[in-house]
Nanobody
């Protein structure tokens, strides 16, 4: 299995920046992609950005040009650098790790506990 621990959330003013971190441990070798999802109050969890083991990235249209996902393979950590934050970016941000072959329990994905990002003046 894989354990994910997020950090870096907080309160920031509109136009500000934050960097989220997600540290992965456990069966890291099984992961082929990691991602950040945001869940705003009363809404479904939505993909914000993803990165493959090869370094390919994709972003939701709403964050393109403002957010950057990156990874430090040596530290088994994925980052989400967020710039030009807007009030509508307010959400709980969850780290996600995916594997192409199910683990012994049948899981293909793992989630962190989430970190709150609030954009408000």
């Amino acid at each position: 299995q894989v354990q994910l621990v997020e950090s870096g959330g907080g309160l920031v003013q509109p136009g500000g920046s934050l960097r989220l971190s997600c540290a992965a441990s456990g069966s890291i070798f099984s992961i082929n992609a990691m991602a950040w999802y945001g869940q705003a109050p009363g809404k479904q969890r939505e993909l914000g950005a993803a990165i493959t083991s090869g370094g390919s990235t994709n972003y939701a249209d709403s964050v393109k040009g403002r957010f950057t996902i990156s990874r430090d393979n040596a530290k088994n950590t994925v980052f989400l650098q967020m710039h030009s934050l807007k009030p509508e970016d307010t959400a709980i941000y969850y780290c996600n790790a995916r594997r192409p072959i199910a683990d012994p329990t049948g899981r293909y994905a793992y989630w962190g506990q989430g970190t709150q990002v609030t954009v408000s003046s």
